[in-house]
């Protein structure tokens, strides 16, 4: 029952992968990734990332990629479909509405961050960026967000172009973006590990991010891979489905997937190596928090020969990456607009558009006017964090890996993925335990109901109940019975 693709799809083979990896590739991997890596210590925060990514990220963002592709529409539509197809009822629908409603608080929040970027490449370029020590760092950014006019207008600025690109539709304005700013990305991340590699603290980097020390692994390391993990590889808010949807048929989900998964990786990495060298080069404290990036970093690449020029680049890279992310998290929903309610994309992109700047000039607020507009604490822009990466993604995650791995026909994603059996067994039993139990401790965890100690008993609890119902699975009929041919 496959339906007919919709009237456009991604015109190179590579545009997809260029895309999604445009998506994947963002302020998590530059701004957030290093500072949390940081703040873990290090090699063994990286060892539980890595596997966060292959046991949890990649099989749903293979799954993201198939329903999106099977489905052929926006994130809602794509999932009722395949849901009605596979023999669940057509409300899993409303999974696609939470994801698309997720990501667009993310993005929210994300144009702000975004907007910080644009401003200190700028900045940088022309050497404002002047202080002698991390004091003065932090004055200079507090002023930047001290003034409304200023990061409102950068926000709106970062708004505006995503607008514009997305309004373009996939092919004129996505496509032909990406194609020119992922490898200027790339590019530019490549001169900076260049540069970092020259400097002296690279050893010191180096062994920082891979040197494997156990004593640091705890279960709060774990819980914020896990979270960082979603948000790196855009998943469960609609941006990877609503680009699967373009898929042309030939192309491999799997092969793809694992492509933006590894390149996303990849690009963490590096950045880990363009950073933490000119960081310890300075004799500076990597766990400086979220404040590294804007703070920590100008004052050292400062202090470096050639260190304006290669600072505004490195700002340069982190607009790119932003903005190609942001671009993917506003595709479903102008999508969605656009088939399910007739509206074109250009007005789409704009009506969207307007709720966004609203919002986003809200959320800009909480680092000036409105900072104690706070709710639990927390500004609009920390609770807009707060409920997208803390509640929001994994919930979509967990309902994703059920919906899957329990509710639709075992075989209906086989045709999708091309897998050989055993493969897409494990698979199914990936998305079937793995995924709902790891996502289970990061709920009770929020809840305030676990403790950090991995040695506590929940985790063994947790860990025996993966094993006895992988046994489970070998030996009942479940997963056993895709060794039978499909039903046609
Ligand atoms: N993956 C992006 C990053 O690492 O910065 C963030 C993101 C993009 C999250 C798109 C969600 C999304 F739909």
Same mark, same amino acid.
């Not at 700013?181 to 891979?210: K, Q, R, S, W």
């Not at 994309?345 to 966004?356: D, E, I, M, T, Y």
């Given at each position: 029952?496959?339906?007919?693709?919709?009237?456009?799809?991604?015109?190179?083979?590579?545009?997809?992968?260029?895309?999604?990896?445009?998506?994947?590739?963002?302020?998590?991997?530059?701004?957030?990734?290093?500072?949390?890596?940081?703040?873990?210590?290090?090699?063994?925060?990286?060892?539980?990332?890595?596997?966060?990514?292959?046991?949890?990220?990649?099989?749903?963002?293979?799954?993201?990629?198939?329903?999106?592709?099977?489905?052929?529409?926006?994130?809602?539509?794509?999932?009722?479909?395949?849901?009605?197809?596979?023999? =669940?009822?057509?409300?899993?629908?409303?999974?696609?509405?939470?994801?698309?409603?997720?990501? *667009?608080?993310?993005?929210?929040?994300?144009?702000? $961050?975004?907007?910080?970027?644009?401003?200190?490449?700028?900045?940088?370029?022309?050497?404002?960026?002047?202080?002698?020590?991390?004091?003065?760092?932090?004055?200079?950014?507090?002023? /930047?967000?001290?003034?409304?006019? #200023?990061?409102?207008?950068?926000?709106?600025?970062?708004?505006? +172009?995503?607008?514009?690109? $997305?309004?373009?539709?996939?092919?004129?304005?996505?496509?032909?973006?990406?194609?020119?700013?992922?490898?200027?990305? $790339?590019?530019?991340?490549? $001169?900076?590990?260049?540069?970092?590699?020259?400097?002296?603290?690279?050893?010191?980097?180096?062994?920082?991010?891979?040197?494997?020390?156990?004593?640091?692994?705890?279960?709060?390391?774990?819980?914020?891979?896990?979270? /960082?993990?979603? *948000?790196?590889?855009?998943? %469960?808010?609609?941006?990877?489905?609503?680009?699967?949807?373009?898929?042309?048929?030939?192309?491999?989900?799997?092969?793809?997937?694992?492509?933006?998964?590894?390149?996303?990786?990849?690009?963490?990495?590096?950045?880990?190596?363009?950073?933490?060298?000119?960081? *310890?080069?300075?004799?500076?404290?990597?766990?400086?928090?979220?404040?590294?990036?804007?703070?920590?970093?100008?004052?050292? *690449?400062?202090?470096?020969?050639?260190?304006?020029?290669?600072?505004? +680049?490195?700002? =340069?890279?982190?607009?790119?990456?932003?903005?190609?992310?942001?671009?993917?998290?506003?595709?479903?929903?102008?999508?969605?607009?656009?088939?399910?309610?007739?509206?074109?994309?250009?007005?789409?992109?704009?009506?969207?558009?307007?709720?966004?700047?609203?919002?986003?000039?809200?959320?800009?607020?909480?680092?000036? #006017?409105?900072?104690?507009?706070?709710?639990?604490?927390?500004?609009?822009?920390?609770?807009?964090?707060? +409920?997208?990466?803390?509640?929001?993604?994994?919930?979509?995650?967990?309902?994703?890996?059920?919906?899957?791995?329990?509710?639709?026909?075992?075989?209906?994603?086989?045709?999708?993925?091309?897998?050989?059996?055993?493969?897409?067994?494990?698979?199914?039993?990936?998305?079937?335990?793995?995924?709902?139990?790891?996502?289970?401790?990061?709920?009770? /965890?929020?809840?305030?109901?676990?403790?950090?100690?991995?040695?506590?008993?929940?985790?063994?609890?947790?860990?025996?109940?993966? %094993?006895?119902?992988?046994?489970?699975?070998?030996?009942?009929?479940?997963?056993?019975?895709?060794?039978?041919?499909?039903?046609?």
């Amino acid at each position: 029952m496959d339906r007919p693709s919709p009237h456009y799809l991604w015109r190179s083979r590579w545009a997809f992968v260029l895309a999604a990896t445009g998506s994947a590739v963002g302020l998590g991997n530059i701004w957030k990734f290093p500072y949390i890596t940081g703040e873990y210590g290090g090699g063994a925060f990286v060892l539980l990332y890595l596997l966060c990514i292959f046991l949890i990220g990649i099989p749903l963002l293979v799954a993201e990629v198939a329903i999106g592709r099977r489905g052929r529409g926006n994130p809602m539509d794509a999932l009722a479909h395949v849901a009605r197809e596979g023999g =669940a009822s057509r409300h899993w629908g409303l999974l696609g509405a939470m994801a698309m409603l997720c990501g *667009f608080l993310i993005l929210c929040f994300y144009v702000v $961050v975004a907007g910080w970027a644009f401003a200190y490449t700028l900045k940088m370029a022309g050497g404002s960026l002047a202080g002698s020590d991390v004091a003065a760092m932090q004055a200079i950014f507090a002023d /930047h967000n001290a003034d409304p006019l #200023q990061l409102g207008g950068w926000s709106l600025l970062v708004a505006l +172009l995503t607008l514009w690109i $997305v309004g373009r539709g996939l092919q004129q304005g996505i496509e032909r973006a990406v194609r020119w700013l992922m490898p200027g990305l $790339v590019l530019l991340l490549l $001169v900076l590990v260049g540069y970092a590699a020259t400097t002296d603290g690279f050893a010191e980097g180096v062994t920082f991010l891979f040197r494997f020390d156990a004593s640091r692994l705890n279960g709060e390391a774990f819980l914020a891979a896990l979270g /960082h993990a979603f *948000f790196t590889l855009s998943l %469960a808010s609609g941006a990877i489905m609503a680009y699967g949807a373009y898929l042309p048929e030939q192309q491999s989900v799997v092969r793809t997937s694992l492509i933006v998964a590894l390149a996303d990786t990849a690009v963490a990495l590096l950045a880990g190596l363009a950073i933490f060298p000119v960081i *310890f080069a300075n004799d500076m404290s990597p766990a400086a928090g979220p404040g590294l990036l804007f703070m920590s970093l100008p004052l050292a *690449f400062q202090q470096m020969p050639w260190g304006q020029l290669f600072g505004a +680049l490195f700002f =340069a890279m982190v607009s790119i990456a932003a903005l190609t992310s942001a671009i993917s998290i506003l595709e479903g929903s102008v999508a969605w607009l656009n088939e399910q309610h007739g509206i074109s994309r250009r007005r789409a992109a704009w009506l969207l558009g307007g709720v966004l700047v609203l919002i986003s000039q809200l959320t800009m607020l909480s680092f000036n #006017q409105g900072a104690h507009w706070t709710l639990a604490g927390m500004t609009l822009f920390d609770g807009l964090d707060y +409920l997208t990466s803390r509640w929001m993604m994994p919930l979509g995650g967990i309902l994703l890996a059920l919906l899957v791995g329990y509710r639709l026909r075992l075989d209906l994603l086989r045709d999708e993925l091309h897998l050989p059996r055993a493969l897409y067994a494990l698979w199914l039993i990936l998305l079937r335990y793995v995924s709902p139990l790891l996502i289970l401790l990061v709920f009770l /965890h929020a809840l305030g109901w676990l403790g950090f100690d991995p040695l506590q008993r929940w985790y063994w609890v947790a860990g025996a109940c993966m %094993a006895l119902a992988l046994l489970g699975e070998c030996l009942t009929p479940g997963v056993r019975s895709l060794y039978r041919p499909a039903p046609r």
